[in-house]
């Protein structure tokens, strides 16, 4: 059978691509992740959204944030604010203003 990784592996995993500018990829990740059977959830979410921040990827952090809530994931107010910072870095006040309504 196939091993799925527990919450902290999963973190250090997003850490590592947020560090290294390669949050691009958080989607795929997830969509994998999701495949192994790992549930979706305000911790992944947050973790994934971060590091899209810290690698200046709003897009994602936007795909990411609005694929958690088409699963019915709770998300917190820090994972939005983690999307509205993504928002800023990225230069996009629009959408960074969109979410502020949307919270």
Known sequence: GSVVPDS??????????????????LANVLGCLRGRGLEQNAYLARAA??????????????????????????LETITYNAAVSACEKGGRW??????????
């Not at 629009?94 to 919270?103: H, K, W």
């Open 8 to 25: 902290k592996t999963v973190n250090c995993l997003f850490s590592s691509l947020g560090r290294s500018k390669k949050a691009g990829q």
């Open 49 to 74: 959204i971060t590091a899209c921040k810290n690698s200046c990827e709003w897009g994602t952090a936007l795909d990411i944030l609005h694929e958690m809530v088409a699963y019915h994931v709770e």
């Open 94 to 103: 629009d959408q960074a203003l969109r979410l502020l309504v949307e919270m």
